[in-house]
């Protein structure tokens, strides 16, 4: 009789696939996303210089940054399975050259080419050829630890949010926003292509063969948490959506948030490096309790860390407050796509990684952009953030209310990846 909640723990030690060759391709594609990501972080330090210089509303703009994200989501559900087919490297290599058309498209200065530009060139074509295809690559690499490799390299998006954000507004605030577009597509060509084209080599083991992790064993058509596989596909992919609604709204609209309260776009900045800081440390000990207690759990409990720094954000008006809530939602929601990650892993053989995980970051990147979108938009409608950040309270707890339903379907204890691979 199949078990409806997974596998048991084997008394057959099973042999690791990690390696020192794993951790190399960790910090290889740790390095090429702290690159890769600062071009999604262009327009949200330029959100209010561009808004002022192109002479349109805030909604406008803030659509711009949506569709990367958009593009990067459904990008990745294309690029996933291209990649299997390609390999990875030439599936980055092609996503570099595009992201670079795409930051020299941007930069025209045109909302038709700023669109065209964000969401097929850097999002879709760009990002979507690079963050996914190298989160399904890395998660071959692991089996022990594969929460923490894959909470270490997307840590990327963190490093670049820490070095970037500064550069950016220093040089919009000097040659413009045109040129720093132009001279950063320069930075991600130099930047990640040596690294991909030298460094990245084929994960071990062939697509569809098991890789380890608890979804490996389980057998097609057998049910996943007592539900149908897809159905709890769909529930996790909800789930993402709501969480990145209010995950979305500091991320795209703190700098112009500060400037709009008189603090100031530098010290916006610098709280968004401050964020992303803090998001970068707090990722790894997510990534060290996702390996202890399962993808599932760190969800729900980094999704309940945000959902108490966004609401938050809606009583704290004063520099100081506000540095400390950037950082506790910082460490929040630092934990919870790679734990996306980790539940589909745990829960799906490997030969369904590369749809069903660039399938549930689509749905979290649809979150992230509809997220972005709606706080512009209830910005341009009362004239503050306020009612935006209870937006997101409100998407936070319909996520913590799937979440729950899942985890609760769980066994009390799943510690059978580290029972097969015990020595």
């Known amino acids: 009789m199949p078990d409806d909640f ?13 390696s020192r060759a794993s951790w190399v391709a960790a910090g290889v594609s740790l390095a090429i996303l702290s690159v890769a ?17 192109l002479g349109v509303s805030r909604s406008t703009m803030a659509l711009a940054g949506g569709l990367t994200w958009v593009g990067t989501g459904l990008g990745g559900i294309v690029m996933g399975w291209l990649a299997d087919r390609i390999g990875v490297r030439n599936s980055v290599l092609m996503g570099a050259v595009m992201i670079t058309l795409g930051l020299a498209l941007s930069s025209s200065g045109n909302i038709w080419a700023l669109y065209i530009g964000q969401g097929a060139l850097i999002g879709f074509l760009g990002m979507g050829a690079i963050y ?6 890395v998660s071959r690499w692991f089996d022990r630890r594969r929460g923490t490799a894959i909470a270490l390299i997307s840590s990327g998006q963190y490093i670049a949010g820490v070095v970037w954000p500064a550069v950016f ?27 991909a084209a030298l460094s990245l080599r084929p994960a071990p083991g062939a697509v569809g063969a098991v890789a380890g992790g608890t979804g490996d064993k389980r057998a097609a058509g057998t049910r996943v948490l007592g539900l149908r596989p897809n159905t709890v596909q769909a529930i996790l992919c909800t789930a993402g959506f709501c969480c990145c609604v209010p995950m979305a709204i500091p991320q795209a609209h703190l700098v112009a948030f500060c400037g709009d309260i008189g603090l100031g776009a530098a010290t916006g900045a610098m709280m968004l490096s401050v964020l992303l800081a803090c998001a ?38 004063n520099e100081a407050g506000l540095f400390v809530v950037a950082a506790g939602y910082g460490f929040g929601f630092s934990g919870i796509i790679p734990a996306y990650v980790v539940s589909i892993r745990d829960l799906f053989p490997s030969a369904e990684a590369s749809w069903r995980i660039p399938l549930v970051l689509f749905t979290s990147m649809s979150g992230m952009a509809f997220g972005s979108w709606l706080a512009g938009r209830l910005y341009d409608h009362f004239g503050f953030y306020a009612p935006a950040f209870g937006s997101g309270v409100v998407f936070n707890v319909i996520n913590l209310v799937l979440l729950g339903f899942l985890v609760l379907r769980q066994p009390k204890r799943r510690r059978a990846i580290d029972a097969r691979l015990a020595v």
């Open 280 to 317: 970068f440390i707090s990722r790894q000990f997510w990534g060290v309790f996702a390996d202890r207690h399962g993808g599932l759990k760190t969800v729900l409990a980094g999704s309940a860390f945000q959902a108490a720094a966004i609401g938050a954000f809606v009583f704290t008006q």
């Open 6 to 18: 997974g596998p048991t723990p084997s008394s057959v030690p099973v042999q690791s696939i990690e």
């Open 132 to 137: 996914p295809p190298l989160l399904i690559y």
């Open 169 to 195: 507004e220093r040089l919009m605030a000097g040659p413009g926003w045109r040129v720093t577009y132009l001279g950063f597509a320069g930075v991600v060509l130099l930047g990640v292509v040596p690294l």
């Open 37 to 53: 990501y600062g071009s999604t972080l262009l327009i949200v330090v330029g959100l209010r210089v561009m808004e002022i210089d």
